[in-house]
T-cell receptor, first 114, second 115 residues
Framework: NAGVTQTPKFQVLKTGQSMTLQCAQD?????MSWYRQDPGMGLRLIHY???????DQGEVPNGYNVSRSTTEDFPLRLLSAAPSQTSVYFC?????????????FGPGTRLTVL | AQSVAQPEDQVNVAEGNPLTVKCTYS??????LFWYVQYPNRGLQFLLK??????LVKGSYGFEAEFNKSQTSFHLKKPSALVSDSALYFC?????????????FGQGTTLQVKP
């Protein structure tokens, strides 16, 4: 299994540009989520999904959109990038059935908005 | 509101000495607690979790954590630190008993183990 994969690893955008961060998992996990990591602030939840066709907002959803058309993929879209969105973005997935399962994280995407 | 606090930004320890990374939590209802580790330029890796049962939980790489309900704490421990343990450590709490509950992270503690 490849686990959770993210592309690209690095990205530089200009203010106002849009882009999509890709996330895929091959573990058939129902739950997928996006976090951003900023120094001194830990990880903050942006959006999450409990299955295909179902998404919901996390702590910091403004400026981001998500969709979940398949179990495997959970892309994160930045509609109009702002410097405040400069961060490291992590995608994660886990099973929802059974006990309280740990999340598996992707390697991250480092985004800089100029 | 549900929250997790890691009171130390950085913990320094000499190789071979015991280490403790502190975590306190605030939740309504039963806490479901996790520790993750992040090595430089990598994603987070699961270390251990507490759901119910024994207050001392054992995890990966020789780490363990002690759940203390009266002090609302879940401190990460290791009897003998290694230089390779140097990394960023995150405590997290599941905010609902449902399996769809969200995970709330602390701000992270950098562990520096010196030879």
């Amino acid at each position: 299994n490849a686990g959770v994969t993210q592309t690209p690893k690095f990205q530089v955008l200009k203010t106002g540009q849009s882009m999509t961060l890709q996330c895929a998992q091959d573990m058939n996990h129902e739950y997928m989520s996006w976090y951003r990591q900023d120094p001194g602030m830990g990880l903050r939840l942006i959006h999450y999904s409990v299955g295909a066709g179902i998404t919901d907002q996390g702590e910091v959803p403004n400026g981001y959109n998500v969709s979940r058309s398949t179990t495997e993929d959970f892309p994160l879209r930045l509609l109009s990038a702002a410097p405040s969105q400069t961060s490291v973005y992590f995608c994660a997935s886990r099973r929802t059935s059974g006990e309280f399962n740990e999340q598996f994280f992707g390697p991250g995407t480092r985004l800089t908005v100029l | 509101a549900q929250s997790v606090a890691q009171p130390e930004d950085q913990v320094n320890v000499a190789e071979g000495n015991p280490l403790t990374v502190k975590c306190t939590y605030s939740v309504s209802g039963n806490p479901y607690l996790f520790w993750y580790v992040q090595y430089p330029n990598r994603g987070l890796q699961f270390l251990l979790k507490y759901i119910t049962g024994d207050n001392l939980v054992k995890g990966s790489y020789g780490f363990e954590a002690e759940f203390n309900k009266s002090q609302t704490s879940f401190h990460l421990k290791k009897p003998s630190a290694l230089v390779s343990d140097s990394a960023l450590y995150f405590c997290a709490v599941r905010v609902s008993s449902s399996n769809t509950g969200k995970l709330i992270f602390g701000q992270g503690t950098t562990l520096q183990v010196k030879p």
